[in-house]
């Protein structure tokens, strides 16, 4: 099992920043593809953003240009930039971790996005 901590989340207004970062606890996580989800209340947890071992990133269509997947395998850190952040960003988001049929969660951090 591969622990996750999230970290960086918080009260911003609109058109404001946030740094998210998920750190994992087994060096595994270079090998991973790690990603951010976000679950807004009585909605399904959602794909934010994705990043490969290779680097590869993928984006929801509703954040494509305005965040940023980012890794530091050196440091077993994931982070997530957001810019120009929106009121419909306000969700717990959530660090995951996926490697041969393990996927681990990490415990969540709320953002809200209000004026």
């Known amino acids: 099992q591969v622990q996750l901590v999230e970290s960086g989340g918080g009260l911003v207004q609109p058109g404001g920043s946030l740094r998210l970062s998920c750190v994992a606890s087994?060096?595994?996580?270079?090998?991973?593809?790690m990603g951010w989800y976000r679950q807004a209340p009585g909605k399904q947890r959602d794909l934010v953003a994705t990043?490969?071992?290779?680097?590869?990133?993928n984006y929801a269509d509703s954040v494509k240009g305005r965040f940023t997947i980012s890794r530091d395998n050196a440091k077993k850190t994931v982070f997530l930039q957001m810019n120009s952040l929106k009121p419909e960003d306000t969700a717990v988001y959530y660090c995951?971790?996926?490697?041969?049929?393990?996927?681990?969660w990490g415990q969540g951090t709320q953002v809200t996005v209000s004026s």
């Open positions: 087994r060096s595994i996580f270079s090998l991973s593809t």
């Open positions: 995951n971790l996926r490697i041969d049929g393990i996927s681990s």
């Open positions: 990043i490969t071992s290779g680097g590869s990133t």
